[in-house]
């Protein structure tokens, strides 16, 4: 996905002179073509990350549109303090682009993992959060962020599905019997619900916030389960308040607490936190049985 976050950005600053794109390294070799053709607008301030933040929320506060990019923990964990004051205190927007996911770059250890992003976002107002599953979601939500003034965050990650799901609105993927469990995958989640083989409808999001929830409603009646591809339970408060006068029974499956000191390879972590199609069916089942 980072190199369609490349190309789409690349165009986007070249058509559109308001556009802005500040980076903390990362990625800096990829846009360096734009950074000669752009050196008042693409800036590279090192890997200082809160300073990234700051620089954006200035810019945005002179009416450019800034494009912020850096791996999940370091551009959300360690800026979360810039993030909180530089743009939400100051009402500036931006478009916050990480790499990394959850554990995508586990070969490098916990430095580079970040299963609490998006539940960290969520402590602030006025952010949507994209998670999409397949590159060729990902133009469309950068075109379109480029064209507002509010708070974005796109998480980009390695792990995708088969097909893609263009736009934001919740889709039904495959229908379970009437009446019956929803299961609700974000981003790359989906192929991995899918693969478990349940009998269940199963939907899917890349915009979990804000989570459509007129959608949601119509589709739940009973159990729901929400699989996420980050710190599990990020979304129970979303989903309570929306299901607050459907009677039902939620699951919320994602990245445990529990920290997994190895390194090993992503399959490794979702396995050992439960979200390959295995763990997810293990899970699910024993919810859906009342184990």
Do not use: C
């Not at 009402?91 to 250890?109: C, F, K, R, T």
């Not at 976002?121 to 590159?135: K, M, R, S, Y």
Request: aromatic residues 6%; charged residues 20%.
């Amino acid at each position: 996905m980072r190199d369609t976050f490349v190309a789409t950005t690349t165009a986007i600053l070249e058509e559109d002179p308001r556009t802005a794109l500040v980076l903390a390294d990362i990625s800096a070799d990829a846009f360096a073509p734009a950074m000669r053709r752009h050196p008042d607008r693409v800036l590279n301030v090192g890997i200082r990350e809160q300073l990234m933040a700051g620089v954006a929320g200035g810019l945005a506060l002179t009416g450019l549109r800034p494009f912020l990019h850096s791996y999940a923990p370091f551009v959300i964990d360690r800026a979360y303090e810039q993030i909180k004051l530089d743009l939400g205190h100051q009402n500036a927007g931006a478009v916050i682009v990480s790499i990394g996911g959850s554990y995508d770059a586990s070969a490098e250890g916990y430095t580079h993992q970040s299963p609490g992003d998006v539940a960290l976002l969520d402590t602030l107002e006025g952010w949507t959060v994209h998670v999409p599953g397949h590159p060729d979601e990902v133009p469309g939500m950068l075109w379109a962020a480029a064209r507002h003034d509010e708070r974005v965050y796109i998480r980009l990650s390695s792990q995708q599905n088969a097909a893609a799901y263009p736009g934001t609105d919740l889709k039904v993927v495959r229908r379970g019997p009437q009446n019956g469990a929803v299961v609700l995958a974000v981003g790359p989640m989906l192929d991995p619900v899918l693969r478990a083989g349940l009998d269940v409808t199963v939907a899917y999001t890349n915009t979990p916030r804000p989570l459509d929830v007129n959608r949601l409603r119509e589709l739940v009646t009973d159990e729901m389960v929400m699989v996420e591809p980050y710190l599990a339970g990020t979304s129970s408060r979303a989903v309570s308040a929306a299901l607050s006068r459907v009677p039902h029974r939620e699951l919320h499956l994602g990245v445990s607490r529990t920290e997994h000191r190895g390194y090993g390879s992503p399959a490794d972590h979702a396995q050992w936190h439960g979200l390959d199609p295995a763990g997810l069916r293990a899970s699910i089942d024993a919810f859906l049985r009342k184990d």
